[in-house]
């Protein structure tokens, strides 16, 4: 059985990255965005398609997924949704952080999430020229 996955972050780099896991992932299960623009969401699950659902607030769209993925646009944003979703059970998801953030921050965040009993992955992406 394929993992639950919630995407965090609807911008350039994260719709890409999301349609590809969507499109590639070979998933069972629907997969949730997030964003903090939530009509921004709304409209990039509906053009994903009925594999996709948008869910408005963080912490449920966390609270089911066995796999959270973010690319974030700032830092800071990285640093709130985390503080947020630190504050409640993330023990046993992963989280895959794909955000350009600094490697302090990275660090930090991953020995947070490990701290509540989760695991973490920096994986920052680059934009490819075509």
Known sequence: MAPKFTYLGMGAMGRAMSRNLVEKGHLDK????WNR???VAIEWAAS???VA???EDLLEA???ADIVWSCLATQDAV???FNRILSTGV??????????VTPEVSNRLAERVREAGAEFISMPGTRAIV
Do not use: Q, W
């Open 79 to 81: 640093l709130s949704c």
């Open 91 to 100: 023990r046993g998801k992963l989280f895959v952080e794909s955000s350009t």
């Open 48 to 50: 994903v398609g009925p």
């Open 62 to 64: 966390v609270k089911d």
């Open 37 to 39: 623009t939530h009509r």
């Open 53 to 55: 659902n948008a869910v």
């Open 30 to 33: 629907p997969v949730t965005f």
